[in-house]
């Protein structure tokens, strides 16, 4: 083993995820599926990376100055990740989200000490009007002296976070990827990570994922659904049609008994668009056949949803 010497601060603490191949719950005859652990990042999921991206270019640009307040329209991961990276840097950062998310993640931002404003969903539910309220709330307030919307549904700067972990990938999986397959909320992983592994001349089939309740990628409509993060209702704008190949739409009941079945079975704690990110690399996994490699991402730990249903076993 080799140890690690101290970090220079926590945000280098940030990627270097480790990869696991599943082993119990892939069928026999399929390609390999490994598994991109990135709830191993500080907060628990991916988004830390497109947040110290999103925060260091507009740093390098000089729109974003201390003592400014970053503004944010997010479900909780981007959040978390944010003010988890303002806190660091010493940013106010005031959040805009909804009683739709786990409370886990809002309660998380507010640790970090981030400001939440709360955009109420009387279903409980993400739905498709959900995002454009919040995101209409959040450029209200980013209107205000001092203050700087990220607006990650947007932002460019999202991609060069997640370009770091294609990177890793290729580092991680020498031998090829032969398709990659990933959840869509904002884009911002699945655009980034698809520049580098279709770079240079690399194959890699890159497949899109999302909740076959809200399919505006597949069917051009949004939905009400409960798969946190993913199925925003809308295309985002860093969607490229250049760096995907296809997509497709998983039923979200599919999704949550796979996120059972990974940690009773796997011992991988993830959340919800993980489940679906699995569900979707197994059947490309048959559909590729043994000799072929499939690789999708734990995007967040399930730790952020044990409150939740998301583990009962009657659910
Ligand atoms: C838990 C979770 N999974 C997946 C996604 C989708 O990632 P992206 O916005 O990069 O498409 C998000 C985004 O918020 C998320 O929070």
Redesign the pocket.
Known sequence: MTAQMPLRDVLDAIGNTPIVELTKVVPANSARVLVKLESLNPTG???DR?ARSVIEEAEKRGTLKPGMTVVEA?????GSALAFICAVKGYNFTVVSSDAYAEEKLKTMAAFGADVVIVHSPSGKVTKDLIPAMQAKAAEISKREGYWNAD?FSNPD?LIG?QGMGKELLAQVPEGIDAFC?????????MGVATVLKGKGRQCHVTLLEPASSPAITKGYGGQHSV???GIGFL?KVLDKALYDDAMAIEEDEARVMCRRLAREEGILA?T??GLNVVAALQIAQRLGPGKVVVTVA??TGLKYVRGPLYDTDN
């Not at 997010?74 to 981007?78: D, L, Y």
């Open positions: 999921s991916y988004k497109m997010t479900g909780g991961s981007t990650q999202v997640y990933g959840a869509v909320g904002g884009a911002g992983m699945t946190e993060g993913v985002p959340g668009s993980t995007c967040d």
